[in-house]
C-alpha cells in the first residue's frame, strides 16, 4: 500500500505511470489531508505486509521510480529519504 500527501496531479501521474510500466497489480493508493508534517510535504506511506510503515518526504518527482523500484518492489528503504518509521 501507497499513502500520498498531498496528492499532485504530477506525482500521482508518475506513481500511476510506474505502477503500469512494471505492471503492478496488487497495490493500492490511498491520498490523504494534512497528517500535521506539512513542512515535509509530499509525503509517501509505504506499507509491506509484516514490515514498518516507511514514510518519505521532501519529494519530488523524480524520486518516485527510485522508491518504487527499491522499496515497494525489492524492500529496500531509501535511507537518505526517509522522515518516519512505524513499527
Request: with cysteine; aromatic share 2%.
Amino acid at each position: 500500500q501507497m499513502s500520498v500527501t498531498p496528492a499532485t496531479t504530477a506525482g500521482m501521474q508518475v506513481i500511476m505511470t510506474e505502477f503500469e510500466k512494471r505492471e503492478l497489480r496488487d497495490v493500492s493508493v490511498e491520498t490523504t489531508g494534512c497528517i500535521g508534517m506539512c513542512q515535509q510535504e509530499p509525503l509517501v506511506d509505504i506499507i509491506r505486509p509484516g514490515e514498518p510503515r516507511i514514510t518519505y518526504g521532501r519529494l519530488t518527482t523524480a524520486d518516485i521510480p527510485r522508491i518504487v523500484a527499491e522499496h515497494l518492489v525489492n524492500g529496500n528503504i531509501v535511507a537518505e529519504k526517509v522522515i518516519g518509521r512505524t513499527e
